[in-house]
């Protein structure tokens, strides 16, 4: 089974356990731990060698803990086997961690996850929309009738993929949907099995600069009104891709973000290790090696936390560092 058919039946499956839970209450419950499992997202992404890096430090750094880091759907996926008890942390998109506690996230069958903690914004994460250099793409208007990734089953990026799609007024049967990762999707891209993917991601990413060295590939831009319209639509903001993050840029390109969030079980990661683990990410930010690492901050840690409530053991850290909470 290839992984995005394993992704699009765990979430499925996921969706089916979390109706069976109900939405009274809490999902998996159970003790507190230190042998605790980080869910990232697909390999070529920002989420999996962060995850790898963090989960490093947190050894280091965290006494007694050990985290085992594995490959996952994303956002959607990571909330859900932290609602089940099955994992204990995970990344996430802030606006799909709102809709999650809100009980608005269709992929988790609308169930309000009781037992989400934030510790802390990470990053932001903007919404690339790439075509090849040699299509007649050139606008989002133009991808009407066309084949497009719009991200894994789960993911923080296929919500918004629809936003967007939906803001440009293309319906759902004006496109064909590849429900792929990231990876995958640009590697159909290069061998032109799909015309266009989307996908939302720490800036720059190693996956796009890998297809832009033997593909020539453009970024599409957002008009103001389309901008505006996701932003009423989701917990996106405006943003702009800087020109120097990818070599075949000339100029920034207007887009959308979100924020690069992790979260931690509430019921299973206690006070004082969700202490150690906030800490510990922003002591060692600055020795993360991806490009993202040098945008971890105390100061931006809130940035897109919305109605996630703020784990207790995060917020003994923040109060202390003089961090001004929502």
């Known amino acids: 089974m290839t992984f995005r058919r394993a992704t699009i039946a765990a979430i499925a499956a996921l969706a089916l356990s979390l109706t069976a839970c109900g939405s009274g209450g809490s999902g998996g419950g159970g003790e507190t731990t230190d042998d605790l499992t980080l869910g990232t997202g697909g390999t070529s992404g920002t989420y999996y060698p962060l995850g790898g890096e963090l989960a490093s430090i947190f050894e280091d750094d965290v006494d007694g803990v050990t985290v085992n880091y594995v490959e996952s759907g994303a956002s959607a996926e990571n909330l859900g086997k932290i609602y089940q008890g099955e994992w204990q942390m995970g990344f996430t998109q802030s606006d799909t961690a709102n809709d999650a506690v809100n009980g608005e996230l ?130 996106a903001e405006s943003y702009d891709i800087p020109a120097e993050a990818y070599d075949f840029l000339d100029d920034d390109v207007p887009t959308v973000s979100v924020f690069a969030a992790l979260v931690a079980s509430t019921e299973q990661v206690s006070e004082d290790t969700a202490y150690g683990l906030t800490k510990a990410v922003f002591e060692n930010a600055d020795g993360i090696t991806l490009d993202v690492g040098k945008l971890i901050e105390k100061d931006t840690a809130m940035q897109g936390i919305g109605d996630v409530p703020l784990h207790p053991g995060a917020k003994k850290y923040f109060e202390e560092e003089g961090v001004d909470l929502p």
Request: proline share 2%.
């Open 106 to 235: 269709e992929d988790l069958d609308g169930t309000k996850l009781d037992n989400i903690g934030w510790l802390a914004s990470l990053y932001p994460e903007a919404a690339h929309i790439i075509v090849r250099d040699d299509s007649n793409i050139k606008s989002v208007d133009d991808l009407k009738g066309k084949k497009i990734a719009v991200g894994d089953a789960g993911s923080g990026t296929r919500a918004i993929s629809d936003a967007i799609l939906e803001a440009a007024d293309i319906g759902e049967s004006e496109y064909t949907p590849e429900v792929t990762d990231f990876g995958a999707s640009t590697d159909m891209l290069g061998d032109k099995q799909i015309d266009a993917t989307i996908f939302v991601v720490g800036t720059p990413v190693a996956g796009l600069t890998q297809l832009a060295a033997s593909t020539d590939v453009r970024l599409l831009e957002l008009d103001d009104d389309v901008v505006s319209a996701i932003e009423e639509s989701t917990g």
